[in-house]
């Protein structure tokens, strides 16, 4: 019996511990978005990229002072190169990104714009918005991805 309820206290150890997602490049990630407005702006004010697996989904709105009659909502999707996907996932730590503050500082204050980052996974979305430009502890990598995908 002893060895029994040995055997089940190292199952679950074993089970808690390879469960934890606090490696880069978790497969659980389902999407990476990365956008951007301002208020104070008139023309496509509002930018989004999504990435997944296998495509890249721009969208762009009027946003701000903008009448959304003159400028119609845009989107394109294309194919995005694996390659470019594992960069993404690998380039930050999961688990360091869903203990940020979902605000931080004060984004588009004074019009200075604002700029966020959300992950999904088949468990969770989280967001984080901040100050457009900024850099984020343990994001600049993905940052500096996102940002050149545009």
């Known amino acids: 019996?002893?060895?029994f309820f040995s055997a089940v206290i190292f199952i679950v150890f074993i089970a808690i511990a390879t469960s934890c997602s606090t490696s880069k490049g978790s497969n659980?990630?389902?999407?990476?978005?990365?956008?951007?407005?301002?208020?104070?702006?008139?023309?496509?004010?509002?930018?989004?990229?999504?990435?997944?697996?296998?495509?890249?989904?721009?969208?762009?709105?009027?946003?701000?002072?903008?009448?959304?009659?003159?400028?119609?909502?845009?989107?394109?999707?294309?194919?995005?190169?694996?390659?470019?996907?594992?960069?993404?996932?690998?380039?930050?730590v999961v688990d360091s990104f869903f203990i940020l503050d979902e605000r931080i500082g004060c984004p588009d204050c004074a019009d200075g714009g604002s700029e966020w980052i959300e992950i999904g996974t088949k468990n969770k979305i989280y967001k984080v918005t901040f100050e457009y430009g900024d850099s984020l502890k343990g994001l600049d990598e993905l940052l500096k991805l996102v940002r050149e995908e545009k």
Do not use: Q
């Open 28 to 92: 659980s990630i389902a999407y990476i978005k990365h956008g951007s407005s301002f208020g104070m702006c008139r023309g496509y004010c509002y930018n989004e990229i999504t990435f997944t697996k296998n495509e890249k989904i721009a969208y762009n709105k009027a946003y701000g002072r903008t009448n959304p009659e003159e400028f119609p909502d845009k989107m394109d999707t294309t194919s995005l190169d694996v390659k470019i996907w594992d960069e993404l996932v690998n380039s930050f």
């Open 1 to 3: 019996m002893k060895l």
